[in-house]
């Protein structure tokens, strides 16, 4: 069946180190991916997308890598603040277009 | 604009009984999905409604069934009630159905817990 899932369940950081997210999908015909960032008591709110035919997106202190060869995806925060304290969801849309989550990675970050 | 709402934000039944979950999207948004959050499961995909059809649907038995109207606002029900249907409901709105870039911008979450 399909599956996206995270190698990590939690993760904790010193506030200003940089933080890494992995996570593995095994449906090699997705061709979008997704993170999102969850905050305790709040819904999943978007953070970062990818498309296939990239390997490497930026944003706002955040850079989602994509290896196609080996089926994963990265998650990168830079100078990492309190405030990204948060469980962290990859999720693709498979082909039938629904959006499939994996089961999260938990970022603590200590001042 | 207002984000996502959802009601209520927490419920609680008893095993047996039937429970219906709320959710407004984003107001010109015509797509809602559901999910369902387990701390065992993690996020599982409910269903999807777009111009008052079910679009998409996860696996999971009939005992959840949603409906969307004409103003885009969606309810899911679950019937019969089980202690496994202890969750948090995510409601999810996008702007299309379908579209691959189309941000999904979730609620708060309903808490329901089955006693």
């Known amino acids: 069946g399909e599956s996206v899932g995270l190698h990590l369940p939690t993760l904790s950081v010193q506030e200003g180190d940089n933080s890494i997210i992995n996570c593995a999908y095994s449906?090699?015909?997705?061709?979008?991916f997704i993170w999102y960032k969850q905050e305790s008591g709040k819904g999943p709110q978007f953070i970062i997308d990818?498309?296939?035919?990239?390997d490497k997106r930026q944003g706002q202190r955040v850079t989602v890598l994509l290896n196609k060869t080996v089926k994963h995806l990265s998650l990168q925060i830079a100078a990492t603040q309190p405030g990204d304290s948060a469980v962290y969801f990859c999720a693709e849309i498979n082909q039938g277009g629904k959006l499939i989550f994996g089961q999260g990675t938990e970022l603590s970050v200590k001042p | 604009k207002a984000g996502v709402t959802q009601t209520p934000r927490y419920l609680i039944k008893t095993r047996g009984q039937q429970v219906t979950l709320s959710c407004s999207p984003i107001s010109g948004h015509r797509s809602v999905s559901w999910y369902q959050q387990t701390p065992g499961q993690g996020l599982q995909f409910l269903f999807e409604y777009f111009s008052e059809t079910q679009r998409n649907k996860g696996n999971f038995p009939g005992r959840f069934s949603g409906r969307q109207f004409s103003n885009s606002r969606s309810e899911m029900n679950v019937s019969t009630l089980e202690l496994g249907d202890s969750a948090l409901y995510l409601c999810?709105?996008?702007?299309?159905?379908?579209?691959?870039?189309?941000?999904?911008?979730f609620g708060p979450g309903t808490r329901l817990t089955v006693l």
């Open positions: 990818i498309r296939s035919n990239m």
């Open positions: 999810a709105s996008s702007a299309t159905s379908g579209g691959v870039t189309d941000t999904q911008y």
């Open positions: 449906n090699s015909a997705s061709d979008y």
